[in-house]
């Protein structure tokens, strides 16, 4: 009876258990997580589900000192890339969407063939984990780069023409402190103004270390030096925390569940 009654009890505690929260992060090319790598820490070690997903494989990013030519090779080292970086942030296994790098802004027939695969495939991840938040590219890319626009627009499309109310943030840097401290390769990145950006998510020293560590898996995109260095040059403009611009509200807040 003792033994019943406790099975009871222990069902009725998993069954009332919360739910955890999820994050999902759409990007164009394995390592443009980089731009959140410490805030997905922040929250994978609170427990919450991050899930990341890229539109393309990358490609065509052949680097000379990597010695990978561009092509299938090289798509098949970044997926690995990718899903490193993933597990070595906490998060679950990537998905890849199997875009080709760079043409997501080709001339197709029909038009736009490319990007509409992206933003269906955005569609079927949303029914799929119902994220408690979305983070992407902002409209300006990072550095205006293509493929990164039209993610953004893409994952746009996916929330907008959905009838739940999705919470979607665009990754950011503030104009004032890129203009301050950016070193780098942040030198050819587009600032926003600090009005448009009211949610700013902290981290600790401890979440950029396990983020630099997800950053090391990149090795076919940076060489040693860059990878020990760029890190650093990021959190010089962050300062500590991340700051992102909803797609909806203009609330502040420093938590993208808030």
Known sequence: MRSFALLILCSQLAFAAPKPKVILGVFAHPDDELMVSPVLARYAKQGVEIYLAYATDGQRGAKPFSGIPAGEKLGLARRAEATCAA????????????????DLGAMTSPIGKNTEAVTEQVTKLLDQLHPDAIVTWGPEGGYGHPDH????????????????????????LDANSLKKSAKGFLKE???????YLPVHVAYTPADLDVANKSFQCHSTQYTPDERKEDMGFLDLVYHGEIPFRPWFGTQKSDDLFK
């Open 149 to 172: 626009r039209l993610v953004s627009d893409a994952v746009t499309q996916a929330v907008q023409a959905s009838s739940q109310p999705y919470r979607l943030f665009y990754v950011e």
């Open 189 to 195: 990145f587009f600032g926003t103004d600090p009005q």
């Open 87 to 102: 597990q070595t942030l906490g998060a679950k296994p990537p998905f890849f969407f199997g875009v080709m790098d760079g």
